[in-house]
């Protein structure tokens, strides 16, 4: 989409807002939101346009915020002991598909013809199996947790 014009409907802006802002890794300063439009949108009505943003989100588990670094999404803090529950399995899942990539890596290399690299596909996957079960034991408990509906 080079050179995109302005949109002319604040409603329109709004959304181009909320997807870049849905999809950042990081919190966006107001400077980086002006590129999205080329600068053709002042910064006040930038900001009246976050602030809207903000509303429309009000009384939902994901709120906008204004933060020193810039405007981000974020989960309400009133949802985070619901979400600290998954920290275990998706911490155990990350770590696996870490480890995958490895092997992936490790194998691709071995039959490249690095005879050091066999040693990293041996040991990756030794590895394998207690990985597994460190998935299945998080993914156990998060199933577990008593779902937050429930009082």
């Known amino acids: 989409?080079?050179?995109?014009a302005a949109p002319a409907v604040p409603e329109e802006a709004k959304r181009i807002l909320e997807a870049a802002l849905l999809a950042a890794q990081e919190p966006l300063p107001l400077s980086e939101l002006k590129r999205l439009f080329d600068n053709e949108i002042a910064?006040?009505?930038l900001k009246n346009l976050l602030e809207e943003l903000r509303a429309d989100w009000s009384g939902r588990a994901v709120e906008l915020v204004c933060l020193a670094?810039?405007?981000?999404?974020r989960t309400r803090l009133e949802f985070q002991p619901y979400l600290e529950r998954l920290s275990p399995a998706q911490d155990a899942l990350g770590a696996h598909i870490d480890l995958l990539v490895g092997?992936?890596?490790?194998?691709r290399a071995a039959e490249a013809g690095d005879a050091e690299a066999w040693f990293n596909v041996g040991w990756l996957t030794a590895q394998l199996h207690a990985s597994v079960r460190r998935c299945r034991r998080s993914l156990r408990r998060a199933a577990r947790a008593k779902p937050f509906w429930v009082t």
Do not use: H, P, Q, V
């Not at 989409?1 to 995109?4: D, F, I, K, L």
């Not at 670094?69 to 999404?73: L, T, Y």
């Not at 092997?103 to 194998?107: Q, S």
């Open 69 to 73: 670094s810039g405007w981000r999404f």
């Open 43 to 45: 910064a006040d009505t």
């Open 1 to 4: 989409m080079e050179n995109a």
């Open 103 to 107: 092997l992936d890596i490790a194998r």
